[in-house]
């Protein structure tokens, strides 16, 4: 069975991205395969009613028993069985699509389950490399003499960036750490000085590089020459530190320049030993940068944990309404 | 931030002192630990040093990375060079870094040899094991 198809009328680039991460990355959540239709008739419109002209649209056809219309609202809407409340929120939208896609599934009993299982079997980590591809081919047509993509893996101490990069690498990662004299020895026993690089091998010989910073923040410098050059930027942020949102707020600074025509996503990692801030938290002060950037919890260890963070970043890369520039290039 | 004890600071001073006394082309030295904490200093100039102290511990990690890498052994020495003047960097056993700094390009042999020795003279003065640590996994 094809998956589920969703148009949009009204809602934002950050909720349209939303959208779209979840379809990507939080498909094992999903009991039902999705994905967006920019144009032609989708299986359901989500209309954001404040927005006159979206308002209007769904006057029309909101008496038609196709497609399904859902009304995005920030206040409740009696009688209407379909309402999604405003602001979207992952927690929220999740449930959300699954009560809608079983609802449908009721209706339409050609709609099978197993089938759409089956779509999700598709091995994520090549789906990934395939569209990280497709992004490398745009931007090599974009750029010419960019040959090879770059990302950027920045964070607290012991967030996780090494064990991150040498989770999901196509090759053995290249190291710099040496033993910890400091206070970082009572979080681990060695630290990273200069670099972590690791490489994903996208096909066509295109690679995708991925440099990892030094957490402390003497380092800093490290960080200002390893992201010139950088397509977009992963932040992790672990949860024991004093105050994880300040951290957000310092690296959403120091990369400031790379992520104003770029890309971030945040991981939170430890949230086992710490959870709070929760994520909402997150999501929260994220809103004060005016960015559609998405915060994840993450587990490095766990590929699928990483690939959902990449994932992710691809997603804002695609949909990009102007190609996102290159940090340090004109 | 613990401090150096005693006996390590004392070793660091005047083996630091020598190596200036003994190379007039050394304008800066510093020992630093290999995560980029300053330990000790002399100069003949007024040279930021905290920073050149990580930036280092740095050069000095990939240095031993890119060494290893190649399977050419361990780093004994880095060198940066410019119109203006050298910097080296130099382990110290395992668990400190040494550098460097001239600005008589004609001196690097000079420097290359007193920097070796006085990397060797505190090493004997600690008490540390001077096998070089490989930075790559």
Known sequence: MEPLTLSTEGMTDAEQMLLSMIFSFASDQ???????????????????????????????????????????????????????????????????????????????PTASAASARELRQDDPFSTLKQRLGAVASARLAQEGALQDLKLLISGSVAAGKSTAIRTISDIPPINTDVPATDSVSILKTRTTVALDYGELTLGDGKKLRLYGTPGQRRYDFMSKILCRGALGLVVLIDNRVDNPLAELDY??????????????????????????????????RLQTFHKPWPVFPVDPRKKSDVIALFDALVTMLEHARRPYAVAGRP | MPLPDDHEAAVFARELDQYLANCEAVTLAIV???????????????????????????????????????????????????AQGLVLFNHIASAFVLVSMTQSKSSLGSLLSWARRTADDIAQGLPLDKTVQSTSA
């Not at chain 2, 905290?50 to 990939?62: E, F, H, K, P």
Request: aromatic share 6%; with cysteine; charged share 25%.
């Open chain 1, 30 to 108: 999903l009991t039902h395969s999705w994905t967006i239709r920019q144009g032609g008739r989708a299986d359901v419109v989500i209309y954001d009613i404040a927005n006159p002209r979206a308002r209007l649209a769904w006057e029309r056809s909101r008496t038609a028993p196709h497609p399904v219309s859902v009304v995005l609202s920030e206040d409740p809407i009696p009688d209407l069985p379909w309402v999604l409340h405003k602001p979207v929120r992952t927690q929220r939208l999740i449930p959300f699509l699954n009560g809608l896609s079983d609802w449908m599934t009721q209706q339409s």
């Open chain 2, 32 to 82: 630093t630990t290999p995560d980029g904490r300053l330990r000790a200093q002399r100069q003949r100039g007024a040279y930021e040093t905290d920073l050149t102290a990580v930036m280092g511990s740095s050069l000095m990690a990939l240095g031993d990375t890119i060494l290893a890498e190649l399977r050419l052994g361990a780093c004994d020495t880095v060198i940066a060079e410019s």
């Open chain 1, 251 to 284: 690296y959403a600074s120091i990369f400031r320049d790379l992520v104003t025509d770029s890309a971030m996503v945040v991981g939170v990692t430890h949230r086992d030993q710490a959870p709070e801030p929760g994520l909402d938290r997150y999501e929260r």
